[in-house]
């Protein structure tokens, strides 16, 4: 049972550019989260989407958008790269939403390096 | 808001030393509690978790206790292994939202 799949693992942007990174939920559930982890951070919630909407927000610029596909896949798109958006990118997921017992499941994440 | 503070790290022990890594939060309502590990280079793993007072979540020696009178949820372990080494991370889900509010986590070096 595959778990949750991020790609790519790893990349290189330069300021102005846009970016897309793709997210696979665990099977079985229907409900993605994108989190932002700064080095030496704990993850910062971006949104989260079920239904393939965007159902929750948090703070962060409309610079960052995403999207969720009928099969649960979802992206995350940011435009204009900053030098600031250098993070580990993760992306969780759960059955259901807004059920605050069940755990999300998490992937190893995309490292987003911006020059 | 609601928010999670962690001890500050890093944390430096010795194999089958005892562990303890303090976490404190503040939430609206009554929410769910976590503790997730991070291995260099991965993502997160939950570790264990507990959805109302007094629950215990326990998971590979690890066990943390949902105090609602301190708000605390602090991990123990009682003999530290090497192979623990990593960045720990105390989260909450508050009332009805969907997403996890970490803290800044704690990292912890185990020598053998």
């Known amino acids: 049972d595959a778990g949750v799949t991020q790609s790519p693992t790893h990349l290189i942007k330069t300021r102005g550019q846009q970016v897309t990174l793709r997210c696979s939920p665990k099977?079985?559930?229907?409900?993605v989260s994108w989190y932002q982890q700064a080095l030496g951070q704990g993850p910062q919630f971006i949104f989260q989407?079920?239904?393939?909407?965007?159902?929750q927000r948090g703070n962060f610029p409309d610079r960052f958008s995403g999207h969720q596909f009928p099969n649960y896949s979802s992206e995350l798109n940011v435009n204009a790269l900053l030098l600031g958006d250098s993070a580990l990118y993760l992306c969780?997921?759960?059955?259901?939403?807004?059920?605050?017992?069940?755990?999300?499941?998490f992937g190893d994440g995309t490292r987003l390096s911006i020059l | 808001g609601d928010s999670v503070t962690q001890m500050e790290g890093p944390v430096t022990l010795s194999e089958e030393a005892f562990l303890t890594i303090n976490c404190t939060y503040t939430?609206?309502?009554?929410?769910?509690l976590f503790w997730y590990v991070q291995y260099p280079g991965e993502g997160l793993q939950l570790l264990l978790k507990?959805?109302?007072?007094?629950d215990k979540g326990s998971n590979k020696g690890f066990e943390a206790t949902y105090r609602k009178e301190t708000t605390s949820f602090h991990l123990e372990k009682g003999s530290v292994q090497v192979s623990d080494s990593a960045v720990y991370f105390c989260?909450?889900?508050?009332?009805?939202?969907?997403?996890?509010?970490f803290g800044k986590g704690t990292k912890l070096s185990v020598k053998p």
């Open positions: 969780a997921s759960s059955p259901g939403r807004g059920v605050g017992n069940q755990p999300q499941h």
């Open positions: 989407y079920y239904e393939e909407e965007e159902r």
């Open positions: 939430a609206t309502g009554y929410p769910s």
């Open positions: 099977s079985g559930h229907d409900t």
């Open positions: 989260a909450l889900i508050g009332g009805s939202q969907g997403n996890l509010i």
């Open positions: 507990a959805t109302k007072a007094d």
